[in-house]
T-cell receptor, first 113, second 116 residues
Framework: LAKTTQPISMDSYEGQEVNITCSHN???????ITWYQQFPSQGPRFIIQ???TKVTNEVASLFIPADRKSSTLSLPRVSLSDTAVYYC??????????????FGTGTQLKVEL | NAGVTQTPKFQVLKTGQSMTLQCAQD?????MSWYRQDPGMGLRLIHY???????DQGEVPNGYNVSRSTTEDFPLRLLSAAPSQTSVYFC???????????????FGPGTRLTVL
């Protein structure tokens, strides 16, 4: 499975746009990029998934360049409630034997007033 | 739908005791998995199952057993608890065969386990 590297922590203020970048240099052709959000004392929550270019939903946008060796999660106009750990994962969407998803240590985002 | 449920929420064990952490989902998901999360760390995969009757090991399987007799339930058994198993345990499920993917997993609220 592709190894991912993301910043350990980031700080922001309410109302700003936050971009968290994840590096995945050895991403495979059939790998997708998935981001999760985890609040303290809760299980992770799926945010967004993409394969190439740009994906947008009601929570975030995911930008993936043509070489797919990195990706950027963009959170528009963050609020205090966006303070959480964000994980970047790279793995195939489907696999005959089941996937072994690997969560790294993630990026701790802290949003302040 | 209740989603993914886990019981108990909290548990304290003594070294050497055994117990079963329960996990159930009512979404008819075929893929289920167990993770542990130690303080300040990411999640590590313990065991997973791609369907009833099929299980496989993850990254840290030692000291844990699983079985999948039904689609809904995926219990995790600690055979002989050790202090190193003190952690928060999360169960998750997904539905890759029906338009979803393994990567889009639904997590339970977790079980906080302390082994003394």
């Amino acid at each position: 499975l592709a190894k991912t590297t993301q910043p350990i922590s980031m700080d922001s203020y309410e109302g700003q746009e936050v971009n968290i970048t994840c590096s995945h240099n050895n991403i495979a052709t059939n790998d997708y990029i998935t981001w999760y959000q985890q609040f303290p004392s809760q299980g992770p929550r799926f945010i967004i998934q993409g394969y190439k270019t740009k994906v947008t939903n009601e929570v975030a946008s995911l930008f993936i360049p043509a070489d797919r060796k990195s990706s950027t999660l963009s959170l528009p106009r963050v609020s205090l409630s966006d303070t959480a750990v964000y994980y970047c994962l790279v793995a195939p969407r489907r696999s005959g034997g089941g996937n072994k998803l690997t969560f790294g240590t993630g990026t701790q985002l802290k949003v302040e007033l | 739908n209740a989603g993914v449920t886990q019981t108990p929420k909290f548990q304290v064990l003594k070294t050497g005791q055994s117990m079963t952490l329960q996990c159930a989902q009512d979404m008819n998901h075929e893929y289920m998995s167990w993770y542990r999360q130690d303080p300040g760390m990411g999640l590590r995969l313990i065991h997973y199952s791609v369907g009833a009757g099929i299980t496989d090991q993850g990254e840290v399987p030692n000291g844990y057993n699983v079985s999948r007799s039904t689609t809904e339930d995926f219990p995790l058994r600690l055979l002989s608890a050790a202090p190193s198993q003190t952690s928060v345990y999360f169960c998750a499920s997904s539905y890759p065969s029906r338009g979803g993917s393994y990567n889009e997993q639904f997590f339970g609220p977790g079980t906080r386990l302390t082994v003394l």
